[in-house]
């Protein structure tokens, strides 16, 4: 069956434009995590969606970042007036349920995000 | 204080030697265990999950929680060059949905 799925897989933009990540989750997977990784460095949280409500968006680094989900499915992250720190490599992660045994999280191969 | 803590190595083991990978994490409440591979340039790849004390045993890996101490390991036996990798531990938080990485072990295996 088909894994998490990302697109683009790289993504190189200028400073101040706005980009738009997408992450198709594995079917069937109610819950979807986006995280960010800088370069040699850990996992960073972003948000959490169960279905298309997020009750967790306390990682969102601004106002410049946003994401949304439709239809318990495909979601998008968009970074608006991009600067040169948000340059790194964002995952996408979904599991069954989002909670109690049986929640493992798979992996998306990820886009890295360059900003001139 | 951080949700999880790993020492971040390297951890140098031979060829055919156990690698043993620690991690910590500060929430009583939490739940699920998990451990992840990353080979460098790609994404985090589940190697184990584990729910309640003890073992748990999978091929060459096995799974140790002690949720009494708080602590969660990762035996590898026999290990291989191939598995010289970063190796991050995640824990969910008290209702489960949010997942704490901590900053993961880098591991060679040397032949």
């Known amino acids: 069956g088909a894994g998490v799925s990302q697109s683009p897989s790289n993504k190189v933009t200028e400073k101040g434009k706005d980009v738009e990540l997408r992450c198709d989750p594995i079917?069937?997977?109610?819950?979807l995590y986006w995280y960010r990784q800088s370069l040699g460095q850990g996992l960073e949280f972003l948000i959490y969606?169960?279905?298309?409500?997020?009750?967790?968006k306390s990682g969102l680094p601004s106002d410049r970042f946003s994401a949304e989900r439709t239809g318990g499915s495909v979601s998008t992250l968009t970074i608006q007036r991009t600067q040169q720190e948000d340059s790194a490599v964002y995952l996408c992660?979904?599991?069954?349920?989002?909670?109690?045994?049986?929640?493992?999280?798979?992996f998306g191969p990820g886009t890295r995000l360059t900003v001139l | 204080q951080k949700e999880v803590e790993q020492n971040s190595g390297p951890l140098s083991v031979p060829e055919g030697a156990i690698a043993s990978l620690n991690c910590t994490y500060s929430d009583r409440g939490s739940q699920s265990f998990f451990w992840y591979r990353q080979y460098s340039g790609k994404s985090p790849e589940l190697i184990m999950s584990i729910y309640s004390n003890g073992d748990k045993e999978d091929g060459r890996f096995t799974a140790q929680l002690n949720k009494a101490s708080q602590y969660v390991s990762l035996l590898i036996r026999d290990s291989q060059p191939s598995d010289s990798a970063t190796y991050l531990c995640a824990v969910t938080g008290v209702g489960f949905n949010k997942f704490y990485f901590g900053s993961g072990t880098k591991l060679n295996v040397k032949p």
């Open positions: 969606f169960q279905g298309n409500s997020a009750p967790d």
């Open positions: 992660a979904s599991s069954y349920q989002g909670g109690g045994s049986g929640n493992e999280q798979f």
């Open positions: 079917s069937g997977h109610t819950a």
